[in-house]
């Protein structure tokens, strides 16, 4: 999920997590970190979901992605290529290739979604044999939803402690090593660069327009306090006024910037995560509650059973006392250069970054915290959205360490509950547009206690026909294969029988 820097203003849009993807089966990745993106059909190039204003700044998106998310390691989706590709070698490629030829894609059905009506608007709904759900409409901008007792208390138990059996891991970012090799790569100049940091085109780069790009760093969250001082050590500021004319940046060594990073370990509540986090496997053979869960999400989205199916397994987040997630969006643009993550290596595009597409967010709180730890989402229903109007008079509403309390919605953590958001806005044909800038959501300080959250992310390529073209491969697999055809994560059946006295 991120919060990436752009201006410019845009009129009311129509009624449209937490971090590090599990890198595994084949999909498409563009360069921006937050989140995730988009493309489009089958044939012709993939279209740009984003005008050119903003957080969806094409030239931006691709600086912004070369530092945040070009190294994020899909160890994962390179086994099942390898796996893939070790079956070829071992395989007479004549008849074989004519025997499983995939054939021309299937046409997909639209994207089901559903009306929000106005806030506050509640719906009865079966989900399950035995019992009735409501759901809340908390927001139109994005499309939000809650549903009280979605969980149960034993499942939300049974969840976290399958969680702490499997361990979990500190969750990451970025990475922070590599960047010179970044930036070796980008296509670039420095006065480009500028440019493209330089929101109101002034010609003098302020704290406010360097703080919107709070991921170019190793991970670390930055502060008006961290750039003078980041500023100071590499003598980017002469005069220490702040500001940074053309001058004073052409004459800085971008090296030396990747440098100090790196040499400045940040501490756990200066990064722009802070938090551990497992996947729970929920596909055929899972535990059992792991498969009802699914089931109910499925039931919920309305989506068709190989979308809910082929999307990520369930991520378990664990937050501690101080434990947070800055803004962040789930998802984010594809455009010509990124490819979804989980169409990937089906798409067989040569593409030199891949990103997450996340249709749907669906999170469910596992405990009651005792302090802190909302979710929330800072600009939810407002009229316009304006990146660079998120950092004024030294307030960011992007910190959700500091500044929770100023966003627009703020969602109190409860066992059992589930809220739910769409990622995208409609494209007006029944499937994937442009990103929903108001999805911009994060994890408030939890000051008291722990805070247990797991998220369902429903994927689904903006390409049509690379979504098709995936699901058909991946059930042409699934008859010829079984469980060696099922991606690396999929694989991880190791508490699928695995009984608790709850």
Not at 227 to 235: D, G, H, L, T, V
Request: proline share 6%; aromatic share 8%.
């Amino acid at each position: 999920a991120a919060a990436a820097a752009a201006t410019s203003q845009r009129p009311e849009a129509a009624v449209a997590g937490d971090a590090a993807s599990p890198q595994w089966a084949p999909p498409t990745h563009g360069l921006a970190r937050s989140a995730a993106g988009m493309g489009d059909s089958e044939d012709a190039p993939v279209r740009p979901l984003c005008k050119p204003r903003g957080i969806c700044s094409r030239a931006y998106f691709l600086v912004l992605m070369v530092f945040v998310h070009l190294y994020l390691g899909n160890v994962l989706a390179l086994l099942l290529f390898v796996h893939y590709s070790n079956g070829d070698e071992n395989t007479d490629p004549g008849p074989q290739r004519s025997a499983q030829s995939p054939g021309p894609a299937p046409t997909l059905g639209p994207l089901t979604r559903l009306e929000g009506i106005k806030v506050g608007h509640e719906r009865k709904v079966q989900l399950v044999t035995d019992r009735e759900h409501f759901i809340r409409t908390l927001s139109l901008k994005p499309l939000l939803f809650e549903i009280p007792g979605f969980l149960s208390d034993e499942e939300c138990r049974l969840i976290i402690h399958l969680a702490q059996m499997k361990g979990l891991q500190r969750s990451q970012i970025l990475p922070t090593e590599e960047y010179e090799e970044a930036m070796s790569t980008l296509q670039v100049s420095q006065l480009d660069l500028f440019r493209l940091l330089d929101q109101n085109h002034d010609g003098h780069l302020q704290l406010h327009e360097v703080l919107a790009q709070t991921r170019l760093g190793n991970g670390r969250w930055m502060t008006p306090e961290n750039i003078q001082e980041m500023y100071s050590a590499i003598k980017a500021d002469p005069d220490g006024d702040g500001v940074l004319s053309l001058q004073e940046f052409s004459n800085m060594d971008l090296r030396d910037f990747h440098k100090y990073m790196r040499s400045h370990k940040a501490e756990s509540s200066e990064l722009v995560r802070n938090s551990h986090h497992t996947w729970l496997y929920q596909g055929e053979g899972a535990h059992h509650v792991m498969r009802a869960i699914r089931q109910r999400v499925l039931h919920l989205t309305r989506l068709s059973p190989e979308i809910v199916e082929l999307s990520e397994p369930l991520q378990v987040v664990r937050y501690g006392e101080g434990g947070h997630y800055h803004a962040h969006v789930d998802s984010g643009p594809v455009y010509p250069e990124t490819i979804c993550s989980h169409t990937k290596l089906i798409a067989n595009e040569s593409v030199p970054f891949e990103t997450s597409c996340r249709y749907m967010t669906v999170l469910f709180y596992l405990n009651n915290v005792t302090g802190g730890g909302e979710t929330v989402f800072p600009v939810a229903d407002n009229r316009t959205y304006d990146e660079m109007s998120l950092i004024q008079d030294d307030v960011d509403l992007r910190d959700t360490r500091r500044h929770c309390d100023k966003g627009n919605l703020r969602i109190k953590p409860r066992q059992g509950t589930a809220v739910f958001w769409y990622n995208y806005l409609p494209d007006g044909q029944g499937w994937v547009g442009e990103v929903d800038d108001y999805s911009l959501h994060g994890g408030c300080l939890v000051t008291r206690g722990t805070k247990w959250i797991a998220n369902n992310w429903i994927n689904v390529d903006p390409s049509q026909a690379r979504q098709a073209l995936f699901q058909q491969e991946m059930a042409r697999l699934a008859r010829e294969g079984g469980a060696d055809s099922q991606p690396e994560w999929a694989l991880d059946r190791a508490y699928r029988d695995t009984h608790v006295e709850l």
